[in-house]
C-alpha cells in the first residue's frame, strides 16, 4: 500500500492548525516517515521611507522572519518527544514557496489546512487552488474541525475506458493510487471505504430526440450495456487492489462501491453529504493532453461543492509548471 516518507505540513501561527499538524505527526509515526512543518510569511515590500533589500526592509523582514520561528517552535514543541521535527520559515508567496519546497527537497505529500473562504464562498481560497493544479505531490486538505479519527472515506474514481490508450493507462494507474490510499487510510482510522464512479451514457439525450428518434428499448439496452461495462471496471478496479491486502484487511474494510449516473460535478459532492464523508480522496488533473489545463472543469466543481478535507493526487508523469529560483 502507499506509504508516504517525507511529509511536508504547512501552517499558520496564530490560526487552528491543530487537526493538520497531529494528522502529519500521526502520520509520520505510523510510515516512519520524515516530517517537515513549515509556515511562510509574505515578503516585506518597500514602503514610506525603506529602500528595497535596504537595512530598514531587511531588519523589519528578519524580524517578522524570527516571530513566526518563535511562534512555529511554540506550536510543536509538545510533539518533539514523539518525533524528530525539522522546521522552517519561508518568505514569499505561499503556494510557490511550497511546492519549490517540494520540488528542492522531493518531499511526497503535502498537508495543511485550507486557506479561509473568500467572497464566492468557496471552500478552498486561492493558494490552496494554486497547490491543487500545481503542486506535484498529493496535497492534503484538512478542515480545521476535521475529526481526530476519519469514520468515511470516499474514492472517487474514473474507470471511463473511451479515452486514447495512454490517457486510460495513465488514469488506471491514477485510480490504483486513489484507492491504494483511500484504503491505507479507512485501516488506519477504522473507517468505513467508499469507492465511487459517476457515469454517463454518451448520446442518450441525442437518441431519444427528435433527429434520431430510436425506440426505447433500444436506448434502454444501449445504455444498460454502458452501465454494466462501467461496473464491471469498477468491481476490477477494486479486485486489483485488494489483492495487495491481506485477508484480514480486506474482511474488515469491505469496501461499499458506489455506481451513480450522471454528471460527476453535481453527484460526487451529494453522495458525499449522503454518507456524510469525512474525506475525499479524488484526482484532480484533467485528460485533456493540453499544457495549461491541469485541473479539470469537473473536479474543481467538485472541490468548491463538498464541505470536508480532501486528499487531491496527480497522475503519474505530472509536471508542475512551477519552477525553481536560480
Not at 511546492?99 to 505529500?109: A, C, K, N, P, S
Not at 476535521?146 to 472517487?156: D, E, F, G, H, T
Not at 493510487?177 to 448520446?203: K, N, P, R, T
Not at 474494510?253 to 464523508?277: D, M, S, W
Amino acid at each position: 500500500m502507499k506509504r508516504f516518507k517525507d511529509i511536508l505540513c504547512v501552517v499558520e501561527t496564530g490560526k487552528a492548525c491543530k487537526p493538520a499538524l497531529e494528522r502529519a505527526i500521526t502520520l509520520a509515526e505510523n510510515n516512519q516517515a520524515s516530517l517537515t512543518i513549515i509556515d511562510v510569511t509574505e515578503r516585506i515590500t518597500m514602503g514610506v521611507g525603506m529602500l528595497k533589500d535596504g537595512p530598514i526592509s531587511a531588519d523589519l523582514q528578519a524580524a517578522v522572519v524570527d516571530s513566526h520561528a518563535q511562534a512555529l517552535e511554540t506550536m510543536i514543541d509538545p510533539y518533539r518527544k514523539r518525533i524528530k521535527i525539522k522546521t522552517k520559515v519561508l518568505t514569499g508567496i505561499s503556494f510557490l514557496e511550497i511546492i519549490r519546497e517540494v520540488l528542492r527537497y522531493g518531499h511526497d505529500l503535502v498537508i495543511k489546512i485550507p486557506d479561509a473562504r473568500d467572497w464566492l464562498d468557496r471552500l478552498f481560497g486561492s493558494d490552496d487552488m494554486h497547490l491543487l493544479r500545481k503542486c506535484p505531490c498529493p496535497i492534503w486538505l484538512i478542515k480545521p474541525k476535521a475529526p481526530k479519527s476519519y469514520r468515511r472515506i470516499l474514492a472517487a474514481v474514473d474507470v471511463d475506458d473511451s479515452y486514447p490508450h495512454a490517457e486510460v493507462e495513465s488514469q488506471h494507474i491514477l485510480n490504483r493510487q486513489i484507492l491504494e490510499i483511500a484504503s491505507s487510510l479507512a485501516l488506519s482510522d477504522f473507517a468505513e471505504l467508499h469507492v465511487a464512479h459517476v457515469w454517463e451514457a454518451v448520446g442518450e439525450g441525442v437518441m431519444r430526440g427528435a433527429l434520431m428518434n430510436t425506440p426505447e428499448d433500444k436506448v434502454v439496452a444501449y445504455v444498460e450495456k454502458v452501465r454494466k461495462h462501467r461496473q464491471a471496471g469498477l468491481e476490477k478496479l477494486v479486485h486489483e487492489v485488494s489483492d495487495k491486502l491481506n485477508q484480514d484487511a480486506m474482511n474488515y474494510l469491505k469496501p461499499e462501491t458506489h455506481l451513480v449516473k450522471g454528471k460527476a460535478r453535481k453527484e460526487i459532492p451529494v453522495l458525499t453529504n449522503q454518507i456524510e464523508a469525512d474525506l475525499v480522496v479524488m484526482g484532480t488533473v484533467a485528460r485533456t493532453g493540453i499544457p495549461g489545463f491541469i485541473m479539470g472543469n469537473t473536479a474543481e466543481t467538485i472541490l468548491d461543492h463538498i464541505d470536508c478535507s480532501v486528499l487531491a493526487i496527480k497522475p503519474p508523469g505530472f509536471v508542475t509548471p512551477v519552477m525553481l529560483e536560480d
